[in-house]
């Protein structure tokens, strides 16, 4: 495929593609992506035009995409919600259904148009799994807002190791400690889906401290720590700041309650229902815990992730809300 052209990085470095679980996955302009979303993620860098009032969503898969899809789309809509927990749209629709993924939204051959996305109620909601230096140029000129959340390099490649089995393609497949040292050592060579994680993670974080107006970044240990105060900055940042009548009333801790782990695990339609490409809405709550990786992964197996975190910290950054000691 000509348009993978392989690019110098530790990851891009690799020639031969690779495979997740059952799938083969692609290296395209530095971007690991599996082989099912390539032709949307080349789409959506082609044809996506951006609005200045869009919120688009960033993050690395199992760094709490559907939490912020939910906290975001209660936020916007909470005017049209609040005072009534019955009334949010969560017991009837996975976060997912509410908020697409671009580049799966536009899951489509390269060469067609977009589905028609004028349409979409302003301010336009989107996601998606792309890092910042992939994103099409209209997300780039546009005065349009990204809120980015990352987490933990542990508990997300935890978490993806779970979510993983989960796929039905995934069923046949039965993962042993070997098939798990192989898998951290893809991860921390920046070979998993969207990855590799510490360009992605740098990405969004350094166009954060440029310029701050278009990118917000959040950690989902913050987020777990400091509901509160974390979503009184993500009203800001998306224009819609709480009144002080909301910051009195019970706005904030019913946004808060609603979108919780708990309450979002136990919907009917989280426990039952089916959204994307071959697994259950309850693949996507599995623990939702800080530091379950300690239960997973061998001390061996953590030290791997040291030369990751060396790379973030040489670049300046680090946890805010997370002591990154792996060993
Ligand atoms: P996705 O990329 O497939 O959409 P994403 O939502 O980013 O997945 O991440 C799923 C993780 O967030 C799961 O973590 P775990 O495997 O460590 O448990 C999931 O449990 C957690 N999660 C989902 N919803 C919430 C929530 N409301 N609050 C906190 N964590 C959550």
Redesign the pocket.
Known sequence: MAALEPKNTKAQDKTEDETWFVWPMYLYQGLWCLNYILEGVIAFRTHFQAYDSDIILA????????????LIFAIVNRKNLSNDLTQYPFHTKNP?ELISHLETKVYLKVNEKLPDLSKIPSPRLFAT?MPCYSLPDSIKTTKCRIVC?C?NPL?TF??IW??FQEFEACKGIKPDMEMMEKYVDKFCSGVSPWGPYENHVLSYWKESKQNPKKVLFLE?EG??KEPRDHLKRLVEFVGCPFSEEEEKGKVVDEITEV???????EMEVNKSGKV?FGFENK???????VG?WTNYLTPMMAKQFDQMLEKLKTAGFSFEYYQMNSS
């Open positions: 993050s690395l898969p199992k760094t709490g995409t559907t939490w912020l899809k939910s997912h799994h959340v987490r508990d935890v978490s779970h979510f989902y987020l777990k979108c919780s782990f708990k309450s979002l695990k994307i693949a996507l709550f599995r623990k939702g815990e379950d």
